[in-house]
């Protein structure tokens, strides 16, 4: 819960954010004419509306579960991550189609000043937006808002294309808008890899090695237990689940043993909700029932 009001929380604040910076471009367009502000302005408006599925998700995952979704709603903050991965990539979709169609179809910038300045407000409130929302989603373990983060740090990118085109206008050189705006589109391909791999690694139960090995290693330092069997972990939206099958050392309490298991992951992994532990007896007595079980 403390967790999803926190995502919720930085989605609130970078919304007005991103809100207000599209506010002071639309004034900017008003008085310049800018037709490449206009589309950015545009793009900067919709993308920040993109915080909203996220929003949804992050309710729907404080939800309790229910007899058909009896796992919670947490896998809504996936489905989230999916939509924005989607919006960016359709993001540099556009600004490609744009900045080719400029190539093209060449087009003089008016009020040069004014636009610079607008691409720098772009690209601060987005740069702002960006740092706030990948460093809460990495504290709170969700890969949707890390995503939302760097979507928001393409958006710079774009308003930052805007500037160095209105400068390379300014010395001379008309083609400079639509040719960084290629390359700004090519960099968002770039970034939005490792976001698709994060995204679909969850949609796949994949989980961080180096959380593996902190459960790994709370465990293997529980007394009483003799080895490990196996050991899963999974995300759920931006919480853990999980469970494992320790062998016990001959003589120890099965349930003593679970509790102790079980305290030390979750010393280890602040993350987890649920985590269950089921001890089977030392492999001299394998064949017999599990000894114990705690969830």
Known sequence: MEASSAGIRALKISLVILLATTVLQAIVVAFSGSVALLADT????SDALTAVPLWVAFALGRRAASRRYTYGYGRAEDLAGLFIVFVVALSAVVAAWQAIDRIVHPQPLDHLGWVIAAGIIGFAGNEIVAVYRIRV????GSAALVADGVHARTDGFTSLAVVLGGIGVLLGFPLADPLVG???SAAIFVLLIGTVRSVGRR???GIE?????????ALAHVDGIAG???LRLRWVGHRLQGDAVVVAARGADAAVLAAGAERSIRSH???VDDFTVTVRSAPAAAGDADVG???
């Open 42 to 45: 545009v793009h900067n408006l």
């Open 228 to 230: 490990i069997e196996r």
């Open 182 to 184: 290629l390359l700004i």
């Open 293 to 295: 079980t705690r969830p």
């Open 269 to 271: 992994l602040r993350n």
């Open 137 to 140: 989603g990495k504290r709170i």
């Open 209 to 217: 090695p180096e959380l593996v090995d902190r459960a790994d290693h």
């Open 203 to 205: 949609l796949l139960d």
